[in-house]
């Protein structure tokens, strides 16, 4: 599904790198969790991914399904299947949080060349989805967003990604910020989602979401490369003592 | 364009006022430009688009309207525990036994009186320079007149860092003194200078400070403008910054017939600061004008306008500000706010905030608000035992908090907090408020 | 589409949004109505002298004092010199190479009923989507609860067509009709109150109006009478070199309450235009009534050939004790706006409202705002600008907050925001705030900034494009406004708002 290959990334208005060469590859269906130390270059890797601007790619390629994604306009990522729940979700007053949803839903649609969910559809869709991530009609109505608690805005990311069924989900730092009852109810939303057809790359600097969302694969991620991979297992290592072992170990 | 009948002849009755300029030295030129500026602009009308609320009639006028000069009593004159340079002015006359040497570490200082004869002087390079440059887009002609008539002034150079502050003292003693002075403060790249002024300084008092702050540079200014009620001033503050560079301007005004001071500041280099803030009370027969103007030229700089004013029994306050960014001017950090207490029904607040912008990548806002003192509060302060009086001060001197924090020094800060509750003491609304 | 748009207010709106997008990719970002009417025209001669005036006055049968009170303001105007204190830049206009007068040859005999109009000028109307047949307006709605009607009265060049509904309005005693009809109908409302909120003299475009002010809309709503149905009038430049000086005057008397809607659209034309109209409203106790306008005049090219100079006085004055006035405005067209709808708060009690959208794109100037007066006690007002710029467009808001020493406790809140898409345009806030009475709040706020960058990633992130990204970003901005237009307008405006800002982006 998702491949990267020797991706090096840097800031584009500063002479810093932040990726030095990460390799990636994640199969249809598959969960890979990524965890490293602050600064590592996780949160870099989701946003040159989904195409966010002020990052230049010095090298490598990242394909999905064997389609360039770094040369893509960020809309047309999303077209192709891609889908990053933002650690910090933006707000955007004014615009109705169903009205964003809608918008969004019929332009991957359009770009698809499928035709467009009636209104109706649409709402019965909504509803049905929101009320498993126990989000109220209330809220569909309010500016994305704005006003949301942190768990809400981590909800209503999940709310986006049931509607518009993207084939690869990352999800960066889609705990922080969250309390006990908040992770639980983001981790059912997710694996509601998981299938066959659907991979996930979840990114986090603790172990804990783990325990919600059961990944396959667990890379460690320090100074721009993924220097270490294993089973869920690493996670619990990591949980129990630390990046610094790991660091050391590498090297 | 030839200036239309009524600016003319009032122009002429001014002169006429007003000595001949004298052919000598490098400021000659300089005066005379500034003269041939002032007979194209004319002098200010109330017609004119900033004059609208504020009337230049006593500031054009041929003679200084009277006015005494005031007895602050027992209270010690601001500054006086300061380690500082005195410069003492009296109606506008230099008074050398009160002043201290002119010299002191990081600065060179010569009174313009005794600096314009010579052929070749720094000053020529900013002396009338930055008001000229300061007369577009908005003329501000009794500036150019100040710069053709100066009859004195301070040309500071800052070479480094000056540990003590210069003081600026102008004693106010003839009630029809008509006093006009105009200083320049070049400051090197990295120098740093504080200049404290006070005093009233005659019974009309024009002034011009142009200051020119290279990179790195930073320049601050705290003034009090003395307490005379029937003094008239206007003043101006004419500013140009170099990259990184910082300008701090505070200026307390109590009392006073009319006071006008003007800013104009263009930031001409990126990351440089400018704040300007001001503090007006006013009881009575008081008409404070801050009329700003600040250009941002260059990217990544700040700038801050905070002016607060305090009205009662029929005071007036004006404030009229700009907020220029330039094209190219991106990542430009403007803040204004303008804001008018007023204590009674006869006192007036008008204003004219603007931004003009035009470049994109840009965060300015401004506000405004007037109003009366917020009754809840003062109930809630009485409800505990504050007497009215005193809850009202509290909270005048709350209202006025922000202008006040624009003072680095902490100690001067606090004088001029404690300055402000003794006017407020003395000065009540007739309306009880 | 339809639960949707039932459920509530803020769903109905959810519905708006779609059709935005919709109205956006049909139509490829082109002036829309840029589009002319052949048809035969009358023409009064090139310029402007008293005989032009009295033309004028004879082609539309007025009486004598009317005929007096144009030539006075003549006169004047003669006078007078354009003001130039606007943040506009245009060339000279030469006020005598326009046409004063023209009107389709059709209606050199005035049609009696809407049946008899000439058939080319009614599908111009069918063309531009204006309801000329008294039919029900389903607000674009299926399964709308009420479907609703709205009355026209259409203005073509210098002449009214026609006006809808007139015998069901005068069922309820409401007065809807051209201005020079209401001239001969009802002298006596006309000779009372035209020119009492806008005189004569008021300022140099006002004075040229009240010379030539060729036709305009009439309304007159009893006391005590809700208006049955939304009023409204379309106005639509056709002729070549004309200008057009419209006058509406409305009166609505003691607790009445009326909604109105003004548009406006022209072909697409190299030269530039002129419109210069006036519109007075009064306002008696208790009264209260609603303005909104969507101003779609040819803006010009993307090179800024063309266009139509829009110089427009428009005063409401709240005579009454708690009359209320609200003024919206969807400004995307023309040129050159230079317009300041005020309210006159003269009434104790009374409120005034201005909610604006001005969009100003490729090289549109627009110098636009509100004076709120404040005169009586316990008066309120609230502003509410949304300006935006893009290309090389300048958009500047310019207004008045004044509170007399009488206007004791009275309330202003204004706040101003402008967008900047693109570092080549401006934007500028000229606000001017008088305060005489301490027992009066008045707060302005004002921010300037660009379309935030995050915002519109986030967007593409989910599938949209950019453009539709920056119209989602910008109705979002100017939603506080959208809110306030009668829906069919808040549908049009939205649609708007995409399509004046297409090609501003990338």
């Known amino acids: ?251 | 364009m030839a200036l239309p009948k009524a600016k003319e002849d009032a122009l002429s009755a001014r002169l006429a006022g007003l000595p001949a300029l004298s052919g000598k030295g490098w400021i000659s030129a300089a005066r005379a430009e500034a003269l041939a500026r002032l007979q194209a602009m004319g002098l200010p009308a109330k017609r004119d688009e900033y004059w609208r609320y504020t009337d230049p009639a006593s500031l054009n006028a041929v003679d200084p309207a009277a006015a005494k000069s005031f007895n602050p009593g027992d209270e010690a004159p601001p500054f006086d525990g300061l380690d500082r340079l005195k410069v003492v002015f009296v109606d506008g006359v230099f008074d050398p036994q009160a002043s201290d040497d002119l010299g002191a570490e990081g600065i060179r200082i010569e009174r313009l009186a005794d600096a314009a004869a010579a052929d070749i002087h720094w000053a020529q390079g900013l002396y009338g320079v930055l008001e000229a440059a300061g007369q577009s887009p908005v003329q501000r002609p009794l500036a150019a007149l100040n710069t053709a008539f100066a009859t004195d002034g301070l040309l500071i150079h800052v070479t480094g860092n000056a540990t003590k502050p210069v003081a600026l003292i102008y004693v106010h003693n003839s009630d029809n003194s008509d006093a006009i002075l105009h200083h320049c403060v070049k400051l090197d790249p990295g120098a740093s200078l504080t200049l404290l002024e006070n005093g009233p300084a005659a019974a009309r008092f024009s002034k011009v400070l142009e200051v020119d702050v290279a990179d790195g540079a930073s320049f601050h200014h705290i003034r009090l403008q003395g307490r005379d009620h029937e003094r008239r001033a206007v003043t101006h503050l004419f500013a140009r910054l170099g990259a990184r560079s910082e300008l701090r301007s505070f200026t307390l005004t109590a009392n006073g017939r009319l006071t006008r001071n003007e800013a104009v500041v263009d930031l001409t280099g990126p990351d440089a600061r400018a704040h300007l803030a001001g503090a007006a009370v006013g009881d009575g027969d008081f008409h404070h004008d801050d009329t700003v103007f600040i250009t941002h030229g260059a990217e990544a700089c700040e700038s801050r306008q905070v002016f607060k004013k305090v009205l009662m029994n029929g005071a007036t306050g004006v404030f009229q500000g700009k907020i220029l960014v330039k094209s190219g001017a991106q990542k430009t950090d403007g803040y204004q706010i303008s804001q008018s207490l007023l204590l009674d029904e006869d006192s007036q607040f008008l204003a004219k905030p603007e931004l003009e912008i035009y470049a994109d990548d840009v965060k300015c806002s401004h506000g405004s608000t007037s109003g009366a003192i917020d009754e809840t509060a003062l109930f809630y302060l009485q409800s505990r035992g504050v007497p009215r009086r005193t809850a009202q001060a509290l909270l005048v001197l709350a209202f006025l908090a922000e202008a006040i924090q624009e003072i680095a020094d902490e100690d001067i800060a606090e004088d001029i907090r404690e300055r402000l509750e003794r006017w407020l003491a003395r000065h009540g609304s007739k309306a009880g408020a | 589409m339809t639960m949707l748009e039932t459920v509530d207010g803020t769903e109905v709106r959810e519905g708006v949004d779609r059709e935005t997008i919709e109205t956006v990719q049909a139509m490829a970002g082109k002036y829309k109505y840029g589009w002319e009417t052949e048809i035969e025209m009358d023409y009064a001669p090139k310029g402007l002298s008293e005989d032009i005036v009295r033309l004028i006055s004879k082609k539309n049968n007025e009486p004598e004092w009317l005929l007096d009170w144009r030539l006075a303001a003549y006169q004047r105007w003669v006078k007078l010199e354009e003001p130039r204190w606007a943040m506009l830049n245009y060339p000279e206009i030469d006020y005598q190479d326009q046409f004063y007068y023209a009107t389709p040859k059709s209606m050199a005999k005035k049609p009696k009923s809407l049946d008899e109009v000439d058939p080319k000028l009614l599908a111009t109307y069918a063309k531009l989507g204006i309801p000329l047949k008294e039919q029900m307006l389903l607000a674009g709605v299926e399964g709308d609860a009420e479907p609703r009607k709205v009355a026209v009265d259409a203005v073509f060049d210098s002449v009214s067509v026609g006006t809808t509904f007139k015998a069901e309005l005068a069922k309820a005693g409401v007065i809807f009709c051209s201005i020079s009809e209401a001239v001969r109908e009802h002298p006596d409302l006309v000779k009372q109150y035209l020119g009492s909120v806008v005189p004569p003299s008021d300022n140099f475009f006002a004075t040229l109006n009240s010379a030539v002010f060729s036709d305009g809309s009439f309304v007159y709503i009893p006391k005590g009478t809700r208006c049955p149905m939304e009023l409204s009038t379309y106005f639509r430049i056709n002729a070549e070199n004309t200008g057009q000086f419209e006058r509406t005057l409305i009166v609505c008397d003691e607790g009445a309450y009326v909604s109105y809607l003004e548009g406006c659209t022209a072909p697409k034309r190299d030269t530039n235009q002129l419109h210069a109209a006036v519109v007075e409203i009064v306002i008696l106790k208790d009264a209260e009534v609603k303005y909104s306008t969507v101003q779609n005049w040819y803006p010009g090219d993307e090179n800024g050939v063309g266009g139509i100079y829009n110089f427009v006085t428009k005063r409401a004055d709240c005579r009454g004790d708690r009359a209320k006035v609200m003024w919206t405005q969807v400004e995307t067209g023309s040129a050159i706006t230079w317009k300041y709808p005020s309210c006159i708060l003269r009434g104790d009690d009374s409120q005034g409202e201005f909610y604006s959208i001005a969009i100003a794109n490729n090289a549109q100037q627009a110098d636009t705002g509100t004076k709120m007066v404040h005169l009586g006690k316990r008066t309120k007002s609230r502003i509410v600008s949304k300006g935006i710029s893009a290309g090389r467009a300048q958009n500047t808001y310019r207004g008045l907050v004044s509170m007399h020493p009488k206007a004791k406790d009275s309330r202003n809140y204004t706040q101003c925001d402008s967008l900047l898409i693109g570092d080549k345009c401006g934007a500028h806030t000229v606000p001017y705030i008088e305060v005489r009475n301490n027992s009066s709040r008045v707060e302005h706020e004002a921010t300037t900034s660009k379309v935030d960058d995050d915002q519109l990633f986030y967007c593409r992130s989910r599938g949209m494009d950019e453009e539709e990204a920056v119209a989602l970003v910008v109705n979002g901005f100017c939603k506080e406004v959208l809110q306030a237009l009668p829906m069919e307008f808040a549908m049009e405006a939205q649609s708007l708002v995409a399509i004046s800002l297409e090609g501003s982006v990338g």
């Open chain 1, 1 to 251: 599904m998702l491949e990267i290959k020797n991706l090096h990334v840097k800031l584009e208005e500063e002479d810093k790198v932040i990726l030095r060469g990460v390799d990636l590859k994640i199969g249809a269906g598959e969960v890979h969790a990524i965890m490293g130390p602050n600064g590592s270059g996780k949160s870099t890797l989701s946003y040159v991914l989904s195409g966010r601007d002020g990052y230049e790619v010095t090298a490598g390629s990242a394909t999905l399904d064997g389609a360039e994604l770094l040369e893509m306009e960020p809309e047309d990522r999303a077209a192709a299947g891609l889908f990053l729940a933002f650690q910090y979700p933006v707000e955007i007053p004014g615009v109705g949080n169903m009205t964003f949803l809608r918008t969004a839903v019929n332009a991957q649609k359009k770009s698809r060349g499928e035709p467009e969910v009636s209104a109706a559809d649409f709402l019965k869709l909504v509803r049905e989805k929101a009320k498993t991530l126990k989000i109220d009609a209330e809220m569909l109505k309010r500016p994305v967003n704005v006003g949301f608690s942190g768990g809400e805005k981590k909800r209503n990311e999940i709310l986006q990604m049931a509607m518009l069924e993207p084939r690869m989900c990352i999800l960066d730092e889609t705990d922080s910020g969250l309390d006990v009852d908040a992770m639980k109810l983001v981790s059912d939303g997710v694996n509601a989602l998981r299938s066959e057809g659907r991979s996930f790359l979840v990114i986090t600097h603790y172990q804990r979401l783990l325990d919600h969302i059961k990944p396959d694969v667990v890379h460690i991620m320090a100074a721009g490369r993924i220097i270490k991979t294993g089973g869920p297992e690493l996670a619990l290592e990591v949980e129990n003592n630390g990046y610094a072992d790991i660091l050391n170990e590498v090297g």
